[in-house]
Structure formats: C-alpha cells, structure tokens
C-alpha cells in the first residue's frame, strides 16, 4: 500500500496512533533533548513537524540517523500522531524512529556538489539551471500541481460537453500552415521512411477538422513544436496546445466557447487550488485571486482589428512615445498594442475579430468585404494573445484561392480539401496556448517556468 500523504495526516484527528511519515527533510532544528524536523512530500505546501525527544531514549541507530541528517535527505519517521503544543500546525508527530533511504549532503565533496536547495529564496533564473530538482521547492511544487489540476479541468470541461479527445500525430508532413518555422524530423533516409519530408506538429487543427466533419466535436491537448527562435518569456520551442475544433459553429459560437471555456478553467482553479493561488498571490503576483474572480464573472469585450487598430491609432498620435512599433491597418499586433487594447482600452480579457486576410493562415474564412478573415485572438492583459482562432473557410472554391494566392499546392492539402468537397460545413476551432493559461492563473512571469521541462532556443537540457 501506498504511504499516506502529508496532505492528509495533517487533517487527521491526534489520537496518538501509530504514524509513519515519508518524505523529504526541509529543516532540522536541535535543542539540548528536542530535534525537530520538517518533513514535507510535495503534495501541499506544509510539512509535518517530527519531534524526536532524546529524554525519552532513542535507539542508538536513530540517534546516530539524526546526528547526520541535513536538509534534503529523504526520510521515513514512525510516531505517533498528537496535537502540537506549538502555534501554526495543528498535530504533529512525536517521533521515536528514523529511517534514512537517501542522505543529501550540503558539502561539496570532491566532485559532488553539495545538495543546492538549502533553506532559502533562490531566484528562478538559478533554479531553472537545476530543473530537475525545482519541483522541490515551494514554486514549483505549486506550479507542478495546479498544472496537474488544470490540465484534468481542460479535458473534464470538453468531455462533459460532448467534445472527444482526439489523439493528432506529432509527426506531420505539412509545412505551411504559417503558424511558424517548423522542427523537421530526420530519419537515417528521409526519403526512404516516409516517402516525403516530415516535421513535429505545430498545430493539431487541421486534422482535428477532419474528425469534426464526422463525429461534430473534437478536441487536442498534446505537444507542439514551433523552431522560432525568439527570446520572450511567452514563447516556447515545445509547448502544450488545446485545440477544439465545433461542426456548424460560426464565429459568434467560437468566442463564445473561447470564453466560457476561459472562465472555466478559471474558476477550477480557484476552487481546486486555493492554497497554491494564495502562495502565488503572496509571492508571484499581488491581486490575483481577486483579478481571476473577476474575470470569470465580467463579460469578455469584443472589438474587430479595424476598430482596434483606430484605438491604436489615437493613442499613438495623442503620445508619440506611447508604442515602439507604429499601429497601422494591415500589420500584425505588436505585443505592447495587445499590451494597450487590454490594460487600456477594454481593462480586462478582449476578444479581437476580423484580422486582414495577409496576417492570417490560409484556412480562416473570408468576410464579404474580401479583405478580412473570420479570425478572433483573445488577449489578456500581462501576457497578450492567449488563444487564436477562427471559423474555417468551407467553401472549396474560395479556399482554392485563397491557397493559390499564398503559393500553396493543392494536392499536399488534397484531403483538407476533401472536407470541402464532400458534406462541407460552417465549422471553428482555437488553439489555447495550455502554457500561457497556466502564467495567466498563477502569475509566473516567464513561461520557462510553467513547464517542467522547457525546451527554447539554446536549451534542450534535462
Ligand atoms: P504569438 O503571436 O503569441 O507568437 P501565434 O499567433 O503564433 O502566437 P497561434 O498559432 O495562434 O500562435 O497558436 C495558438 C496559441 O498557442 C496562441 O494563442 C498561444 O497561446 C500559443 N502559442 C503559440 N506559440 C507559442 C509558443 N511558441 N510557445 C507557447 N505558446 C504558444
Ligand atoms: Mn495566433
């Protein structure tokens, strides 16, 4: 049987039972009888205090185990469970036996390091040098579990809507979807193998399209992989995408979705993981469970490109020195104009539609106007663009075009294009960035750290 966790000993009613403790030692304290050590084991923020009295008579074997023990070292202590004398923990354990299945050192000797988390702060940029032993600490451990929850919360919400979870291939042999440079994928002989180039996916959607025309409503939660090679904290090279992709759903059912799906995730987390938004609310970001409550309950804002690219406009002719980048009809949204529509125009979550056709992918829907697509980005403020999406173009002609236009072979797309030719429908989908919904919830600045392993330009290691 499984230990029992920290968790819940420490809701557990102190009758003196019999208790055994597994976990990781964080503090060691001694007085002249009392040693008192912190466990914890990861599955909340507390540890348990363990209490060995030398008055009592330890074991010679315990005694010794105690002597040495340093922060770090993995534990099991037995005990019994009692109410603690002391103020902050409600039980505690009165410890008579240690068991050590691994020391952690603190000095460096020869060649080993000495065991680098020691009781205090170490800044992010440190810990993400050591990735592999982050999740112990408080930060991370967080992260660690509020991504856990968030992610059963994404498939919870599509399930009980009616939405599958449809399984999309990593490796893909389509290459322009335009939603960035792509990883190719090397096999001893590529032409050999598959008969073709192939890459890692950047996007599950177009074949998730393909299972929305045919059992209505599908979703993705899987890796993507995007070769860009920029430096910001909100970009990854391997990230976590959801994608649902609705038939008959135009764009109006496609924000709707977008934002009600938002509001959902946001309100798991704050019944879920109350402890850990506090911690982030302390530590990380000031305000955030109060801005998460809000949010969930205010209506997002709409405003089309046109008219936000006009805001942007009069913004920057009232301040010269507001924006880097000039806004102008037809270029894509800077990161400090997302950073404005929402902090600014709308306060809160915006939903921005019909971007011109150039800046978007060949598959969004064309508006009558013949100059802007069916596209939404939904944007939050402190990070920007947290989901892109569309209604999809279904009528095969215009869909022909429109490849024609960008230089797109028919015939790689043939069976995209299929979809069109045979009981096409109004369909849409988004793809949530899962990453930068996590930044968004907790705060975390840098989205390095909201992934257990983060793999960018120049960082492949762990
Ligand atoms: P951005 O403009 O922020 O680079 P994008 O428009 O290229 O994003 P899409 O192709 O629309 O991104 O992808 C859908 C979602 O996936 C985005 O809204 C974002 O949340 C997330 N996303 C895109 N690229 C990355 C990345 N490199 N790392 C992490 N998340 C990403
Ligand atoms: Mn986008």
């Known amino acids: 049987m499984l230990p029992k966790l920290i968790k819940y000993l420490l809701k557990e009613a102190p009758q003196s039972q019999d208790t055994e403790v597994h976990g990781w030692v964080r503090t060691k304290r001694d007085t002249k ?19 060995f009295d030398r008055s009592a008579g330890l074991n010679g074997k315990t005694e010794a185990l105690l002597d040495s023990l340093t922060t770090g070292a993995s534990v099991k202590i037995k005990g019994k469970l009692i109410s603690s004398p002391a103020c902050g923990q409600a039980v505690e354990v009165a410890a008579s036996e240690l068991f050590v299945f691994g020391e952690a050192p603190a000095e460096t ?26 999740p112990r600490t408080n930060t991370f451990g967080a992260v660690a579990r509020l991504r856990s929850r968030l992610a059963f919360a994404v498939h919870r919400y599509f399930i009980e809507r009616d939405f599958h979870y449809l399984h999309t291939p990593i490796i893909t042999s389509g290459d322009c979807e335009g939603a960035g440079a792509m990883f190719s994928v090397s096999t001893p002989d590529p032409k050999e193998f598959f008969g073709k180039k192939t890459f890692l996916t950047v996007s599950g959607q ?18 993507t992989f995007r070769a860009e090679n920029s430096n910001t904290a909100r970009h990854l090279a391997e990230f976590w995408m959801v994608e649902p992709e609705a038939a008959f759903a135009g764009l109006e059912e496609n924000m709707e979705l977008a934002e009600d799906f938002l509001k959902y995730m946001f309100n ?3 019944e879920e993981c109350p402890d850990e938004l ?23 804002s709409h405003i089309t490109y046109t008219d936000a690219v006009k805001e942007l406009e009069k913004a920057h002719s009232a301040n010269k020195g507001l924006f880097e980048f000039e806004p102008r009809w037809g270029c894509d949204l800077q990161s400090e104009h997302e950073k404005f529509l929402t902090e600014k125009t709308a306060g809160g979550p915006v939903i921005v539609t019909d971007y011109p056709k150039e800046i978007k992918a060949f598959y969004m829907k064309l508006n009558d106007d013949g100059k802007t697509v069916r ?29 024609a236009e960008m230089n797109i072979e028919p015939q790689d797309y043939w069976w995209y294009l299929d979809l069109r030719r045979y009981g096409s429908v109004p369909h849409s989908g988004f793809g949530l960035g899962f990453e930068r919904l996590i930044q968004y919830v907790c705060g975390m600045a840098n989205i390095r750290d909201v992934i257990p392993f983060p793999r960018a330009a120049g960082q492949a290691e762990f």
Not at 33 to 49: K, M, P, R
Not at 375 to 403: C, F, H, T, W, Y
């Open 278 to 300: 506090a911690f982030f609310d302390e530590y990380v970001e000031k305000g955030i469970i109060e801005n998460l409550k809000n949010v969930a309950a205010a209506k997002f």
């Open 109 to 134: 000797i020869g060649d080993i390091q000495g065991y680098p988390l020691q009781k205090k702060r170490h800044s992010l940029e440190f810990l993400r040098e050591i990735a592999h032993l982050r």
């Open 206 to 223: 177009l074949e998730a399209e393909t299972y929305a025309a045919a059992i209505s409503r599908v979703y993705t939660f899987g890796p």
């Open 33 to 51: 009888n009392l040693i008192f050590i912190e466990v914890y084991d990861g599955s909340c923020f507390d540890g348990i205090q363990c209490t």
């Open 375 to 403: 596209a939404m980005d939904v944007l939050v403020p402190r990070l920007g663009e947290i989901i892109g999406g569309s209604q999809r173009e279904d009528d095969l002609n215009k869909l022909m075009a429109r490849m």
């Open 268 to 270: 798991s987390v704050l």
